[in-house]
T-cell receptor, first 114, second 116 residues
Framework: KQEVTQIPAALSVPEGENLVLNCSFTDSAIYNLQWFRQDPGKGLTSLLLIQSSQREQTSGRLNASLDKSSGRSTLYIAASQPGDSATYLCAVSYSGGGADGLTFGKGTHLIIQP | EADIYQTPRYLVIGTGKKITLECSQTMGHDKMYWYQQDPGMELHLIHYSYGVNSTEKGDLSSESTVSRIRTEHFPLTLESARPSHTSQYLC?????WGQGANYGYTFGSGTRLTVV
């Protein structure tokens, strides 16, 4: 059974710092990996999706990398801002058909101090 | 703009009541999902659908049921709500082979259900 682990569980840093969130998964036979952001009491906002054949994806201040063979992904946030405060979730998919949906980690709760 | 909609956003209901959580999407996706999320915990898949007239149970056992009569609509029903059903329910759709903004998984805003 696939397991997704996110480290750290919580992180608090001053505004302006660059930071890295880590995600690991036990079965490397993934189809894709997706990073989401969840604000308190809200749904999920997709940040980046990386196909299994890709190494990284970038969107603005966000960069996600994928090392499928080692079962790891990182989300890099540059020049953090208070508005980045949220829970960041990593999720993996095993089939292009999405038959089994996504397997999620428990998330990293991020606080950016003004 | 293509999106996925859930209603209601919040629901407080008494034990034993029948409830239906609505989910509709204008993404044009065939595949739809329901996830359950308890506070501070990870999301767990409870139902999914490949398309019209297709429904499957997910990893987490749930007393809820779903239906898929139309591509864009995937409601979740609890016949008799109990306090143990108190949770947040998130609906999603996906098009893993799509392009542009409709690619990957898209989630609704969720329904926070409280059964008293």
């Amino acid at each position: 059974k696939q397991e997704v682990t996110q480290i750290p569980a919580a992180l608090s840093v001053p505004e302006g710092e660059n930071l890295v969130l880590n995600c690991s998964f036990t079965d490397s036979a993934i189809y894709n990996l997706q990073w989401f952001r969840q604000d308190p009491g809200k749904g999920l906002t997709s940040l980046l999706l990386i196909q299994s054949s890709q190494r990284e994806q970038t969107s603005g201040r966000l960069n996600a990398s994928l090392d499928k063979s080692s079962g790891r992904s990182t989300l890099y946030i540059a020049a953090s801002q208070p508005g980045d405060s949220a829970t960041y979730l990593c999720a993996v998919s095993y089939s292009g058909g999405g038959a089994d949906g996504l397997t999620f980690g428990k998330g990293t709760h991020l606080i950016i101090q003004p | 703009e293509a999106d996925i909609y859930q209603t209601p956003r919040y629901l407080v209901i008494g034990t034993g009541k029948k409830i239906t959580l609505e989910c509709s999407q204008t993404m044009g996706h065939d595949k739809m999902y329901w996830y359950q999320q308890d506070p501070g915990m990870e999301l767990h898949l409870i139902h999914y659908s490949y398309g019209v007239n297709s429904t499957e149970k997910g990893d987490l056992s749930s007393e809820s049921t779903v239906s898929r009569i139309r591509t864009e609509h995937f409601p979740l029903t609890l016949e008799s709500a109990r306090p143990s059903h108190t949770s947040q329910y998130l609906c999603a759709s996906s098009d893993p082979w799509g392009q542009g903004a409709n690619y990957g998984y898209t989630f609704g805003s969720g329904t926070r259900l409280t059964v008293v």
